[in-house]
């Protein structure tokens, strides 16, 4: 069953969609919930209307982001329970400061912080250099962290970083899997599944981003091997989320760092970006 764009009409579609995205049972969902399966068949058939508490614990057992979670809520006639503020909003001060410590705490190697989407939002000064050195930009170039950029894009993109990504074949499917997740979440005419589309129109991106190659190396993690004017720098990278969010922003939040895969990659960012760094580029 497809999500409908934007949010669902009824509570009957949401639970029968994310059930399935989920890959449950009625026995099994209603086992996890602690509810019967013939409440759980009243559901999905609009026969039973749920409590606002209902949902939230539904959406808890399925594991529905929170952004969903509200569709959920408001096809079931509820207001939303989840916030979504701006990053730049007075609220998330503390957010902010806590991602500007982990981003310093990253340098010399670079870190930056995305949306869902992969727009970037934040980024330590590591990040910015390496970006603006494999672009080809001015070493005072800025580079934007109001969510104008999306990584993905710009690393899959012909004219971004794709011409130094040695390895981009790889790195392609990896990356897509990440924009193809939220698209399967939205359900199409979303804004997931409108930027997908697009990064699948990009040349060479279907034949190279179908399938993740799990054969070709030995290694515990993808590397991400970059050359440039003689500099080739071997790097992989760990995705962190913040563990409790109760904002839509804020779940939705990654913080990806760069590490170096061997003395070569590690000395060239030591020498480059020893300053330390701040959480804005």
Known sequence: MNAPDGYFSDFANALRYWRGKRGL???????????SQRHISFLESARSQPSRELVLKLGIVLDVPLRHRNGMLLA?????????RHLSDPEMAAVRKALDFMLAQAAPYPALVVDRLWNLVMANAP???????FLGLPDDAPIPCDGSVNVVRMTLDPHGLRPAIVNWEEVCADQLQWIAREALG???GSEAQALL???????????????????????PFLPVTLSKDGVELN???TITTLGTPRDVTVHE?????????DDATATWFQQRCAAPSKGQA
């Open 25 to 35: 049972s009625q026995l099994k969902l209603a086992t996890e919930a602690d509810i």
């Open 76 to 84: 079931a006639g509820f207001a939303p329970a989840y916030q979504e």
């Open 127 to 133: 990040a910015a250099a390496m970006m603006r050195f």
């Open 186 to 188: 939205d359900g199409p």
């Open 197 to 219: 589309e697009e990064l699948l129109a990009l040349p060479g991106i279907h034949a190279a981003g179908r399938v993740p190659n799990l054969e070709r190396r030995a290694l």
């Open 235 to 237: 790097l992989f990278t």
């Open 253 to 261: 939040l990654r913080l990806e760092s760069f590490f170096p895969a």
